[in-house]
């Protein structure tokens, strides 16, 4: 997905996260800082008591693409791409069976606490806990069940994507439907195929102004 963080202060906000209360969780996460240029990005996958936690830095005030993959079967290892640079990847190796969430939804802009290394937190901690709603821009926000390489990450992020024979892309929401006098403003749309057609909670036309933020797909067909 593409993010613009403002630049601005930020406390503790979740990204994205898919969690069983029970079982496993996949979280993306941003980190508290009193900066207004860069703050941190975690990205956490865990399992029982297998853990995986990836952090970089990340830029504010501009968008900036970033991938998270976990390449299961190779170095079975969490990493974070940001404009399809690897940047960060975890210190330890797990292979996961199974990520079972018990169908759990998948939750943007706001998540709930999870444990974390204190290796990946600026204080330290050992627990992370949301304190606000994410504030800032997210665009393109894709899902695979396949790890990608940082050549197809490089190659795709620019355009939009279409889903293949094997159905690897499970999520797709561009999020740029428009608004308009009809009911269903609220409605974000999945373009992987699958249906997964999604509702944003408190919604206003507001969320789907750009402003003089440029359009972060650069070859994405407008129309």
Do not use: W
């Not at 630049?7 to 069983?20: E, F």
């Not at 640079?85 to 330890?92: A, D, F, R």
């Not at 190796?93 to 204190?118: E, K």
């Not at 499970?170 to 509702?199: I, M, P, Q, R």
Request: glycine share 4%; charged share 20%.
């Amino acid at each position: 997905f593409f993010i613009n963080i403002p630049d601005q202060a930020n406390d503790n906000q979740v990204i994205l996260q898919k969690k069983s209360p029970t079982k496993s969780n996949i979280t993306l996460a941003l980190s508290q800082s009193a900066s207004t240029s860069q703050c941190k990005l975690i990205f956490s996958i865990t399992s029982g008591s297998s853990r995986l936690f990836a952090s970089a830095s990340i830029e504010k005030g501009s968008f900036k693409h970033v991938a998270a993959v976990y390449d299961k079967g190779e170095e079975n290892k969490a990493s974070l791409y940001i404009n399809a640079s690897k940047v960060s990847s975890s210190s330890n190796s797990i292979m996961f069976n199974t990520l079972t969430t018990d169908r759990a939804p998948i939750f943007i802009g706001s998540g709930s606490d999870f444990s974390v290394s204190s290796a990946v937190m600026p204080g330290g901690q050992s627990a992370y806990k949301p304190q606000q709603t994410f504030s800032g821009s997210i665009d393109e926000l894709r899902i695979f069940h396949e790890a990608k390489s940082q050549k197809q990450i490089d190659d795709n992020k620019d355009f939009s994507v279409y889903n293949s024979t094997d159905n690897i892309l499970k999520l797709y929401f561009k999020f740029n439907e428009a608004s308009g006098s009809y009911k269903t403003n609220n409605v974000l749309l999945d373009s992987s195929g699958n249906s997964l057609h999604s509702l944003i909670t408190n919604y206003s036309t507001s969320l789907r102004v750009t402003g003089s933020v440029s359009q972060p797909v650069k070859n994405e067909k407008i129309n």
